[in-house]
């Protein structure tokens, strides 16, 4: 039937059977009616809801946006800073090579021993590059390796007064930890950054979920105002008119009552699985 389930009447089945074919017209009318009053009201409030909603899904979704952008620049600001230390301790252990060849800087003593330095430096740079590391392991990596040049540092000042052309070479350690140190900086706001856009990701989703809601409960709303006088007209059309084929393309709502009255199924049996298959096999 045109305007919704027979489930939608309140009443039994029993009660159903019972009642005229204009009663049933009429109930759907009056349920229709109903409806048509309750449903401005819904429309208002969800158009309140949604008014509140929007600007709120729109500033978290900045929010969210906002701090994941700035954490891609973070990366790549600390990415960066770590290529240019790598860059740099290359040069300067080759640096190293070449001063301790030329009887310019003496060969450290068993604690820093060349092999020790570079190993060293190369295999936590590797782990930083190859690695899976989760943010508290980078962050110690990156504080060793500072560790490491600082000692180093050290070492090389307490020997530069004998050669003033160390200058460079001390000046590139400083330069290479002062490298690590805002490589660290940057990871460290990273890592801060990062927590509070989770943060911001999971307050967006949660906005929009309801927004979502009181946007389909919106449309449904003015889908059934938009509808009911359509469906009133319907029905008020059947109860002037009958409920025989009127040949205007409604149908014939009495073809299945009359089906039974004449003993008939008042549709077309199922098939039982049997049936389906071609009956049971032999």
């Known amino acids: 039937m045109k305007g919704g389930p027979v489930d939608d009447l309140p ?4 009660t159903l059977i019972a ?4 009663e049933v017209a009429q109930s759907i009318i009056s349920r229709r009616r109903e409806l048509v009053e309750l449903l401005p009201e819904i429309i208002r409030e969800r158009r309140k809801e949604l008014d509140y909603l929007n600007p709120l899904v ?3 979704l900045k929010e969210r946006d906002s701090a994941t952008n700035n954490v891609k620049n973070l990366k790549v600001e600390r990415d960066n800073f770590q290529r240019e230390s790598k860059e740099l301790r290359i040069h300067l252990i080759n640096l190293r090579e070449k001063l301790i060849a030329e009887k310019r800087l003496k060969n450290p003593n068993p604690g820093w021993a060349k092999d020790k330095l570079a190993s060293k430096l ?3 740079d590797e782990k930083l590059e190859t690695s899976a590391l989760d943010i508290n392991s980078e962050r110690k990596l990156l504080r060793e390796m500072k560790e490491l040049t600082r000692s180093h540092e050290e070492w090389v000042a307490n020997r530069i007064e004998s050669d003033p052309d160390l200058k460079e070479y001390q000046e590139g350690w400083k330069k290479y930890r002062e490298l690590l140190d805002s490589a660290n900086d940057a990871h460290e706001k990273l890592t801060e950054l990062a927590s509070i856009s989770s943060e911001f990701h999971t307050k967006f989703e949660e906005n929009r979920d309801v927004q979502k809601i009181a946007q389909g409960q919106l449309n449904r709303s003015k889908a059934l105002q938009q509808s009911a006088d359509e469906i009133i007209g319907y029905w008020n059309h059947r109860i002037e008119k009958g409920f025989d084929d009127l040949k205007d393309g409604t149908g014939d709502l009495l073809a299945a009552a009359r089906m ?4 008939k199924e008042s549709s077309m049996p199922r098939q039982s699985p049997q049936e389906k298959t071609g009956g049971e096999e032999e």
């Open 11 to 14: 009443m039994d089945v029993s």
């Open 19 to 22: 009642m005229t074919p204009e």
């Open 58 to 60: 729109d500033e978290s």
């Open 122 to 124: 190369a295999e936590l």
């Open 260 to 263: 039974v009255a004449e003993g």
